[in-house]
């Protein structure tokens, strides 16, 4: 399949084993069950009320009834999603990051400085000013999907475009510009989903070994390069046995269960591409964890991928994708270069200014 194939579904997902009960009974509680059956349900009800809505564009008071049930629904949905960020939050915050330490100590690291055509760069703590830094020498997996404008069909034509240029103008600005303080404190967050990614991304790592123990997955916290290629993984895989690294592994959080139904999210599916092409890697494992209970495991072949987006309609090939990247990122590199001089030069004339008033 182009979107991957799930191999692995844990319903009752064990996070580390099942001493681990506080944790356990956490994620399981009666409590956190009613917010999610409440959230179903209402979303239930807006596509119902959606599909009434359609049905009949020209019955103008079904239209108005209908349109004011979206809005009220709406309304509650906000609320509840505000209850169920606040209670993950908690979780990971008080129930899984105090692990971190001790799970992480588990891992085996990857010692080598290359895999494939990629070189080890730098080890910079993820989120940090150095980190954000080293990213702007080249293009990272989670910028690949918004520079290729992938679609997401949950979203009307009109916004989609709207996303798709403020995505790109995201990604420009993040390689172009300087690294402020604001852009720092942004990446380490002690609340949200990118917060939660990030602390359950050992846990969902330390899982999948248990789970896949025939394969040799290895951990590595370095920021490697291919050419104009930023690479951060999760993880490295062998299934042979030699040992020689021929996979990657990629940890994600999420609450809807609806957008990994067809295989990997394309925009997914876009960033362990790059991690596959950049560092000659065979395949990729993509592993999810949903509303923190269901873990779902996805595997892809590098050579089955085909990605559509607004740059290649018809899909993207491994190739497409690398070439394209390296077309935009030079374009940036030209841009911050102008952006340096043009800055070099308003000193250097602000330094003549000073020594005129001076004399």
């Known amino acids: ?20 009960d506080a944790l356990y009974d956490r994620v399981y509680a009666r409590t956190f069950d009613r917010l999610l059956d409440r959230r179903d349900s209402l979303r239930k009800q807006k596509d119902e009320a ?5 049905s009949d564009p020209t019955n103008f008071q079904q239209v ?13 949905m906000f609320g509840n999603r505000s209850d169920i960020e606040a209670y993950k939050d908690i979780t990971a915050r008080d ?6 330490p001790e799970i992480e100590a588990t891992f085996q690291d990857y010692k080598g400085e290359t895999i494939g055509r990629a070189v080890r760069a730098a080890t910079h703590r993820v989120g940090s000013r150095e980190w954000l830094e080293e990213r702007q020498h080249g293009l990272g997996g989670s910028d690949i999907g918004k520079m290729l404008g992938i679609y997401e069909t949950r979203y009307s034509a009109s916004k989609q475009e709207e996303i798709i240029e403020s995505d790109w103008g995201e990604v420009y600005s993040s390689k172009v510009d300087h690294i402020t303080d604001e852009q720092v404190e942004d990446q380490i967050p002690d609340e949200g989903p ?13 899982r999948f070994v248990q789970l896949f123990d025939d394969l040799t997955v290895m951990h590595t916290k370095s920021t490697w390069r291919n050419g104009n290629a930023t690479l951060n993984v999760d993880g490295l895989i062998s299934n042979r046995k030699d040992g020689k690294i021929n996979g990657v592994f990629e940890a994600k959080t999420g609450s809807f269960a609806e957008a990994w139904e067809d295989g990997i999210p394309l925009k997914y599916l876009a960033q362990v591409t790059h991690y596959m092409y950049h560092m000659d890697l065979e395949y990729a494992y993509v ?17 089955d991928v ?8 018809d899909g993207a090939t491994p190739k497409q994708i690398a070439d394209y990247s390296d077309k935009c990122y030079n374009m940036m590199q030209e841009a911050r270069a102008k952006r340096l001089a043009d800055e070099a030069e308003a000193r250097e004339n602000a330094g003549e200014d000073r020594d005129e008033d001076a004399a």
């Open 50 to 54: 959606w599909k009434i809505r359609l």
């Open 95 to 100: 129930y899984v990051l105090p692990m971190i």
């Open 194 to 206: 990118l917060f939660r990614g990030n602390t359950w991304e050992s846990v969902i790592f330390h």
């Open 306 to 313: 085909l990605i559509p987006c607004q740059v290649y309609p």
């Open 1 to 20: 399949m182009p979107n991957g194939k799930l191999v692995l579904v844990e319903k009752d997902f064990v996070p580390l084993s099942i001493t681990e």
């Open 287 to 303: 592993a999810v964890l949903l509303d923190d209970q269901e873990l779902r495991v996805y595997y892809v072949d590098l050579d």
């Open 64 to 76: 108005q009834e209908q349109k004011d049930l979206i809005k009220r629904l709406v309304r509650f």
